[in-house]
């Protein structure tokens, strides 16, 4: 029998701190065509226009928007729920989606959303988180972020979940990205030589990817699976 095409990981993309969907789509769709060609990408604005200075100004143009808001000390949120919903409504909206890509702000939220999922305490109206791809992530309660109250439990016991992260050498969340791999069971990861933005892939960069997708799909085609069985009984 034919064997089936592995269909493409549909997945909605996070972008960073006061920057928006078509900035960080701009840096992603640098990665190479053997890459793009098996995602099915949606780049999707932060509610909240930014509250204050964009650190991308010299080099992209704005509006700027922010996914939800923090003290200077990071210990307390604004707008954290309502971002949750947010992000809810546009995936049930234009979905379903099979995972999330995030960077910098973005990727703090993504890390958090499959703990805060599996908790009943977001995503709740969507279907289940199946992989994370992170970029220059952290998590909720480490050393810089405080928990909100409901990350308080997200990596309370191993996440399944898989999961690529990007971590670089001179990033100054570089330290926050690798502590983030410990509530990761058998993370997938690229290093790359650059601060804190979104990196070109090079040849092993872009193996390590290609490897990464392939066990999406593999867990994708479970996950459908299970669906189509479920339907029928």
Known sequence: MESQIPRKPRILCLHGFRTSAEIFKRQVLRWPAAVLDKLDLIFLDAPYPAQGKSGVERFFDPPYYEWFQA???F????NFEECLAFIE?????SGPFDGFLGFSQGALLSAALPGMQRDGLALTRVPRIKFLIIISGAK???PKFAHHKLTSNAYSSPLEC???HIIGETDFMKQESISLLEYFVDPFVINHPKGHTIPELDEK??????????????TMATADEQIYLNAET
């Open 71 to 73: 003290t200077e000390d």
């Open 75 to 78: 210990t307390e949120y604004t």
């Open 89 to 93: 409504d546009n995936m049930m909206k």
């Open 140 to 142: 909720f309660g480490g």
């Open 162 to 164: 898989p999961s690529l």
């Open 205 to 218: 960069s872009t193996e390590v990817m290609l490897g990464f997708i392939e066990r999406i799909q593999k």
